[in-house]
């Protein structure tokens, strides 16, 4: 599975931030307060971390990188084995007091949709043929947006846990995070019974593979989960 146009990626990339402001959009305050499927973030916390992706991308969009590139879409996710639990644990710290230090949790929700429309935008007139600088990694820029695309797809699962009624990512932005597990599962791709929300729950560790799973990943499943 490779990616789409340029274009069309850009595009996914807003569809894929609108699916995610249409699940926080309506929600009163008390509704953002609602665990989310990331350990002890709420809906509010979770927003507040993702809101750091297109916070970056406005700053990646603006530092162009001499080449080659050193990274792909699929590279990126092998790029950062995990912090360590201090690490981790120090993160989830800071977006809990960050995310409570607005006056009320709606405020999250305000500055979300002001920086994913600013960097849909920059997406959208960003040259595809150019390189940028991220995390001190070089990346085509078409494939930076497919890592925006798949983490904003992965945690749109994760908002939506305690929400029975939200609505699913959108089927564009969905391709592009099934082309970025795919590529990470290498070898024969993923298990052809798994539905595509099943693949991206196990393939980020949000469900634990199954005996079946581990047969028909064989040595591969020991590499799960395959981001997080």
């Known amino acids: 599975m490779g ?13 894929a931030y609108a699916g995610v402001t249409a699940v926080v959009r309506d929600l009163d305050d008390f ?19 993702l809101s750091l992706d297109p916070q970056r991308a406005l700053v990646a969009f603006a530092t162009p990188a001499d080449g080659p590139p050193d990274t792909d879409f699929v590279t990126y996710f092998r790029s950062f084995p995990g ?12 977006v809990r007091r960050t995310a409570s230090a607005f006056t009320r949790p709606h405020g999250v929700v305000e500055r979300w949709t002001e920086t994913v ?32 695309i798949t983490e904003a797809v992965i945690h749109h699962l994760d908002m939506i846990v ?30 052809d019974y798994w539905s595509e929300p099943e693949a991206l ?4 560790g949000r469900e634990e593979l199954t005996t079946d ?16």
């Open 31 to 49: 509704d953002l307060l609602l665990p989310s499927g990331c350990r002890g973030w709420t809906i509010c916390d979770l927003l507040l971390h």
């Open 83 to 94: 912090a360590g639990e201090t690490g981790a644990i120090a993160h989830a710290q800071w």
């Open 201 to 204: 729950l196990k393939c980020s």
């Open 213 to 228: 799973d581990r047969e028909a990943l064989g040595d591969r499943a020991e590499l799960f989960p395959l981001l997080s």
């Open 3 to 15: 990616l789409p146009a340029p274009a069309a990626l850009a595009e996914a990339l807003t569809v």
């Open 117 to 148: 429309a600013a960097a849909g935008y920059a997406a959208r007139q960003a040259d595809p043929a150019s390189l940028i600088r991220t995390q001190n990694l070089v990346l085509p820029v078409p494939d930076f947006i497919a890592t925006l």
């Open 162 to 191: 305690s929400l029975p009624d939200a609505p699913d990512p959108a089927p564009e932005a969905v391709a592009v995070a099934m082309s970025t597990v795919d590529g990470l599962a290498g070898g024969d791709g993923l298990p």
